[in-house]
């Protein structure tokens, strides 16, 4: 180590002599009766030596470097027999064999340096200071018994500059060099923890491990065997004149496929296979299943369909299979667990005059798993008998027809409607109903497009179950006034004997007469013995005579496009609801906590309704629209389209309501329908409808359970039968 001191035995005659070179407290014995030697003499130890620091250096039997000494600083001291000493100062040269010293040869010299070199392994942090190397005998220098030897002392800078001449920490390593070192080691190979084993026998140590091979097949082994398989029951070559069936398996060109669909005799064309590998082939009936694809007519149509271009894709969009329907089962085997997206091509045809389209799928999904044989239905609409919504909007926009034949093609009388079906789920519970619906009228409406009304040729289209739950028209709008409050100007006060809401009578109080304003409410309260309840109306603002705002805070707003149920049927979503004014509430009603209605229909189906479409209603005082209009995505129908007259500027009856005559639509209306809940057929409901009852503030229109049309409270509950126009 560096550190620690190294000894240097000289000479054959004193073999229990050392050399110490040192800056702090070192020894430097020499023979039996040692001379003092240096610069600072020691008597006691025989100790040699001038730097002051801790840390010394100590030079073994291999001898140190001592190739260059001073010229003129030496000379020999006749003393006791063997002794002798030396030191080397900086301007020390080669010792060369001279007159002087003729005990010394090159071969001495030689081992000297060679000896040293090896020696001379010192730490680059040693201390400062001049330093005395004492020996007995100097790498084999012969000198007479009793000569000493001495010469200068040798710098810690001549030292280094020794060390870095031979080498000194060339075979060392820093501190930082031996940490890299150690981050690069290989950890201690585990086995089965670090380093993984082959069928559970470790691959450390010697030996060879065996692995048997017995119980598999070499790659030719397995070519012939599938090959000999294969021969079984495919023929090679492709055959034109022949018919193939969906999953036959023919070999073309060297390569092995399978029939996408029926093919009749044609040539080989590559879109109607399947390439398929070894592997999809070791079982036949399991990896392959059929995916069955059938078009039909519409409903009470016996016509046979044909011509109808089908395609697959996978999940990436790419096809993998196409084929035609021409009126029987169209079958695609396609791999076990294959993704599929199924697209009808055809959009419409024409068989003896009459124009089919809008294909819609009424069984399976277009769009899956294949994890069996899976069967797909999709039926058309027809200028005769539309099935679907999508139907009745693309018939809509078939050019060449004029609205006339469209009303006809659309409305029926209710005995002779073909079903329009769609699937709306409560989000409530999630349940889901089948929901038949009603072409009421085709004729041309309007609409806003940014702002700006547009015409267009539409259907109204009404639900032909009311929903699943009563609801009411509007919530009472009864605003207790909290405790604190002060009687505000612009703001309308009324009393009542009892507190929540429910039926009570209302009394409205006069600003300067009853109270100032800025006044304590608890005061007034409690010096009066009433509650207060507030509003945004006065008593006069929503009319005179009956139509006193005081009822409609007991019953409920009779303002369409200001109630509940207006602003939830036209909503998706928790936080729907808007009060539309100071009194306007759906606290402790049906609305309480619900999603709005739209939340019911599927995005398809929602994505083909209109929105903004203008619908008539009766204008009250204080709600005037432009030209008596709301527009909306969707409503509940008027009295005047269900009954024929109600209220003016709220439509005309609709066509479905009157009877067919000879095919032509006769004026006779038919005011006495029933409607059933889409959740109970067989329980008749009373149905609100979008027409205040002008008399009062708070009565909306309704149709009975028995057909009749008459007015109710706004804040009783009854069923929605739910109107809008495609």
Known sequence: MANEPRQLNVGSESSNETT?????TSEANVGTNPQVLGSQPNNNDNNVYQGQEQGQAQVSTEARVLDKVSESTTETVKGESGVGSVSVGTEAKEISKSEENTNVNQTNIKAVVNDTKRALRVSEEQPKGEYVVQTERLGGFERSAGEKSVVNTITVEEVKALIKKYGGTADAY??????DLLDEKQDLLVSGKNIKTINGQS?????????????YYTKTETETKIIDYLKTFITDGYNENSNYSAGDLVIEDGKLYQAKQDITAETFDPSHWQQINISQLLDKKVNFVNLKIDCLAPVGDSTTLSGISVQVKDAQDQVIATGTYNGTTLTFALPLNQTYKVKILTDSLTISGITYFAPEIVSGSSEGTLTNETTLTYRYSSTEHITSLSGVKQFLALQGIDIATKRLALVRSETNQFSVDIVIKNPANNTEYTMPLYILEVDNYTKLVEGVEQTFVGARVEFAYALPDSVPFDQREQVECASGETFQE??????????????????PLTAGTDYQNGDDIDTYKSTNNVYVFK???SNTQYGSGNKSTANL??????????????????????????????????????????????????????????????????????ATLPNNKVYAQFVVPSGTEIAGSVNNNEGTVFDYWKYLNGGQISNSAN??????????????QTTWLRSPYRNYSYSAWRVTSSGGVTNLNACNT???????TI
Do not use: M
């Open 20 to 24: 110490y070179v040192s800056g702090g």
């Open 174 to 179: 820093t501190k930082s060099e031996t940490d």
């Open 203 to 215: 691959i450390l140590g010697e030996g060879n491990i065996e692995i048997n091979l017995s119980n």
């Open 490 to 507: 612009g703001t309308y006060y009324y009393t009542a004997t009892s507190t929540g809401i429910g039926d009570k009578t209302f009394t």
């Open 535 to 537: 509003h945004a109306w």
């Open 553 to 622: 805070i007991r019953y409920g707003c009779n303002i369409f496009h200001k109630s509940n149920l207006f602003k939830w049927l036209n909503a998706s979503g928790d936080d729907w609801f808007v009060a539309d004014h100071l009194g306007d509430t759906i606290s402790g009603s049906w609305f309480e906590g619900k999603k709005g209605f739209k939340d019911w229909l599927k995005s398809t189906d929602l994505a083909l309704i209109e929105q903004d479409v203008a619908y008539g209603v009766y204008e009250i005082d204080n």
């Open 671 to 684: 005011a006495n329908r029933t409607v059933v809940k889409v959740s109970n057929l067989t329980s008749k």
């Open 718 to 724: 009854y069923a929605v039968l739910p109107l809008f």
